[in-house]
Each structure stands twice: as C-alpha cells, then as structure tokens.
C-alpha cells in the first residue's frame, strides 16, 4: 500500500492530536512529523515555521466553527430581523458545542488564539461583515432603521459577546443561560427595528 | 503610643496588600497578623476562617467599585434613559479603571473572585436590581416599553458584559472601547424605549 500523501490538510489535523495530547507549551513540529510517520523537513515543506502550523491550525478551527454562518448569510428570501436571529443562534450554538464536546481541546484553542491574534482579528472581521450584510438587508427592506451599518454590527456583536467569546465559557453550562440568550437576542432586535 | 485597635477594616487592608504582595496561592493568616504585628489568632476572632477572609476581602473590593452606582440609582428627577447610560457608563468607568491602575491588584481579585462564586452572585444580583429600578421608572414615566423589567434588566447587563466582565479587562485598552460601549449602549436605549 503506498503511503498517504503528505496534504496540508493531513499535517493540521495531525497537529490538533498533538495539541490535544500534549498541550500546546509542549507539542512541537518534530512531535507532529513522527505522529505522521515523516521526517519534520517534510512538515515545514508545508509550512515554513511552527509559528505558522500553529497559524494555521487556529485558522482551520475558528472557520470549522462558523462555517454554517455563511450559508445563513448568503439565504434568500428570508426576513432579515429572522436571519439575524438564527444567525445569532448558530454562532452561540457553535460556540457552546465546542466547548461542551471537547473542553480539553477548547482551552487549547483558547492558548493558540491569544497566540494568534492576526488570524482571530480576521476571522472577527468576517463574521462582523456577515452581520452587516444582513443589517444591509434588513434596512433596504424597511425592518431596519440604522444609521451606520458597520457600527451597529460592531454593536450586535460585542453585545452577544457573553453568548460567543471563549472567556464565557464556563456560564454556558448555565440552565438559564438559553433565556438569556433570547432576551439579549429580543431587546437588540428591538433596538435595530425601524 | 497605644496600638491601634484591631477593627475588622484594618485586616481587611492589611489583607489586600498581602495578597498583592505574594499571591492568592501563597497569601496566608499569619502573613496578614505579621503584616498587623498581632498574633494570627486575633485575626480569627474577627473572621473565624482563612476562607471568610478571602469571602471578605472578596466583598470589599466588589463594593468598592460600584458604590457610585447606588448613587445614580437613586438620584431624583433624572430621565430613566439618561440615568440608564449614566449607570452603564459609570460600571464601565469604575471597573476600566480599576483594572488600569492596578492590573496586579486586579488579576488578584480575579482569582479570589473565582472562589467566591457566592459574595459574586449577591454582587451581580444587586447590580441587576438597580438596573431594574431605573428601568421601572422609566416604564412608568412612558420611556421604557418593557414585558418584564427583571428581564429586561438582566438582558441590559448582559449585553454590557463586555465592558464589565473582567474576562474582557484586555480589550479595555483598545482606542475604540469607548465608541464600542457608546454604539451597544445606543442600540440597547433603542430597544428598551417606547
């Protein structure tokens, strides 16, 4: 049987095991590569320090995270004030479903996003880019009425951090913390109402 | 000279500076009765754990940085919607700065306030109930159209988290916190008013 090819994609779910198993202080290119059966030259083929692997593996799991968010976006033909709600309550899903399935490997990624915050302002971007583009939406249909569209994004955003940012984590075990969710959902559709 | 009497405040000062001093993990009752020149069982007769202490302390610096906030609370003829900003602003103030002057001081308190989920909850309840306060007024007054005031008010403290949760105590250095916290505050007095 001929050995696997060597894919980037191959190499970051290979380092995510290490991560997971040795933590990020300690897993090194050198523990990727024999977890693969290769020498770490062939690694940094593919990338060309361990500050980039660590990059890119942070970047893989932030898009995995938010990848139904798109789809919600880019939906036709559906009220923009219920697009933002389901929006919302993917990415809180998401988020919560990280952190509940696999704490261990959720704090990890809570040390490679300090590490990483060029990848994380990026990935923030996006996200409150989506929003906007549905705030756009909801203001060309007459359900909004917002001055400046970026702002409120920011806004809808950093308002629904408790429900999205790592650091909450541990409040979204709570059993109330879903009617929280919806109340905080409720006053800031309210707020964007025209 | 006669000593200074032993009051329950003293060794609550005393404590704060040795747990700035060493540590929470290494802070102990016989440092504090060093630091005061008394004997560690006088300091028992005024808080009969090393834990109760701590819960003390704990409280202390919590009250502390929300006194004004009872204030504004309580002022007299002041539309609920101004007053409502005045409050959410002052919180955001009160605890920016405190994370600012003294950042070790307050990475102290981080911990101490993760061991008392307890003295936190009363805090916590006590802020929500003032939010709720002004918000009633207001939906008395006719600013405010609200369902649930309780409600509501947890919904308007969790909206603001970022700009009072000290997980977020980073991002309070950035040079656009302030129109962040402006833009949310704008969109949450949109959504509670009439």
């Excluded at 952190?99 to 994380?120: C, K, Q, R």
Aim: a negative charge; glycine letters at 6%; charged letters at 25%.
């Amino acid at each position: 049987m001929p050995p696997e090819a060597l894919t980037p994609e191959r190499i970051l779910e290979a380092t995510e095991d290490v991560l997971r198993r040795y933590g990020p202080a300690k897993a090194t290119v050198v523990d990727v590569a024999r977890a693969l059966g290769v020498s770490h030259g062939s690694v940094y083929r593919h990338f060309r320090t361990k500050a980039a692997l660590r990059e890119a593996v942070t970047d893989r799991w932030l898009e995995r995270s938010v990848g139904q968010l798109a789809t919600i976006t880019a939906t036709a033909g559906q009220p923009a004030p219920v697009k933002l709600r389901r929006w919302l309550s993917a990415l809180f899903d998401a988020k919560r479903k990280k952190a509940g399935d696999d704490p261990e490997l959720f704090a990890t990624y809570g040390v490679l996003i300090e590490e990483n915050s060029g990848v994380v302002d990026e990935h923030l971007r996006e996200l409150t880019g989506q929003l906007r583009e549905i705030i756009e939406e909801g203001v060309r249909a007459g359900q909004f009425a917002v001055e400046d569209t970026a702002v409120a994004a920011q806004a809808v955003f950093d308002a629904t951090a408790r429900f999205h940012d790592p650091c909450h984590a541990a409040e979204w075990r709570s059993p109330t913390i879903g009617d929280e969710f919806t109340a905080v959902s409720d006053l800031l559709l309210n707020g964007l109402r025209a």
